[in-house]
């Protein structure tokens, strides 16, 4: 009688726990320009994955953490077992960069001084919307066969993924003459409860 009860139980939890979890992404997805309009509206998410830059001069990669909410942008960047983690905080037209020495340093200008600091151009405006799926805003663009084309950058989605209702970039490549950024997606989340 106890173990029947013990089985029933055990079958219950796990008929739970299935219900509970998360829809499961579907990576190897295609790029498409159909229903991106929503992703403008997204107020709120942030993802973990992996980032890797090369220059003509430099080249190196970092585990990358980025936090979006509202006109604010949180993103860390960090070695293998977290080593020489950095914080990036973006607010609306002001920069902070803590290299976890204890000391913040400050800037108006965030792209010069992302530049500055890591000696190579990274476009973090416009890269706030790439991530989703999307132009930036207000900004004119050429549509291309998996991505398009803004202010001189090429903007490649070579894998996209279904994560809940939203379709999200996996991988993306960016390049200009100066610059490959590669950046691999490996979780998304989404607080639905704060988009527009």
Same mark, same amino acid.
């Given at each position: 009688?106890?173990?029947?009860?013990?089985?029933?139980?055990? =079958?219950?939890?796990?008929?739970?726990?299935?219900?509970?979890?998360?829809?499961? !992404?579907?990576?190897?997805?295609?790029?498409?320009?159909?229903?991106?309009? @929503?992703?403008?509206?997204?107020?709120?998410?942030?993802? =973990?994955?992996?980032?890797?830059?090369?220059?003509?001069?430099?080249?190196?990669?970092?585990?990358?953490? *980025?936090?979006?909410? @509202?006109?604010?942008?949180?993103?860390?960047?960090? &070695?293998?077992? &977290?080593? &020489?983690?950095?914080?990036?905080?973006?607010?609306?037209?002001?920069?902070?960069?803590?290299? @976890? /020495?204890?000391?913040?340093? #400050?800037? /108006?200008?965030?792209?010069? #001084?992302?530049?500055?600091?890591?000696? +190579?151009?990274?476009?973090?405006?416009?890269?706030?919307? *790439? =991530?989703? @799926?999307?132009?930036?805003?207000?900004?004119? #663009? !050429?549509? $291309?066969?998996?991505? #398009?084309?803004?202010?001189? *950058? =090429?903007?490649?989605?070579?894998? +996209?993924? *279904? %994560?809940? $209702?939203?379709?999200?970039?996996?991988?993306?490549? %960016?390049?200009? $003459?100066?610059?490959?950024?590669?950046?691999?997606?490996?979780?998304?989340?989404? /607080? /639905?409860?704060? $988009?527009?």
């Amino acid at each position: 009688m106890f173990i029947n009860l013990l089985k029933v139980v055990v =079958v219950l939890l796990s008929v739970l726990l299935w219900a509970c979890s998360s829809e499961p !992404i579907k990576e190897n997805e295609q790029y498409s320009k159909d229903a991106k309009e @929503g992703a403008y509206s997204l107020n709120a998410w942030n993802f =973990v994955g992996r980032l890797a830059l090369k220059s003509k001069k430099d080249s190196w990669q970092a585990n990358i953490a *980025w936090k979006h909410s @509202g006109d604010e942008e949180n993103i860390k960047l960090s &070695g293998p077992l &977290g080593q &020489g983690a950095t914080a990036i905080r973006l607010l609306n037209n002001q920069v902070f960069i803590d290299r @976890g /020495d204890g000391k913040i340093i #400050f800037s /108006d200008h965030p792209e010069q #001084f992302i530049n500055q600091q890591i000696g +190579m151009f990274v476009p973090v405006h416009s890269l706030r919307y *790439w =991530v989703v @799926g999307v132009p930036e805003p207000n900004a004119s #663009f !050429i549509s $291309t066969m998996n991505g #398009f084309k803004q202010a001189e *950058w =090429v903007v490649e989605y070579e894998q +996209m993924q *279904w %994560v809940n $209702t939203y379709k999200v970039s996996r991988k993306i490549i %960016v390049t200009n $003459t100066e610059l490959k950024l590669k950046l691999v997606i490996d979780q998304w989340d989404f /607080d /639905d409860r704060k $988009t527009k």
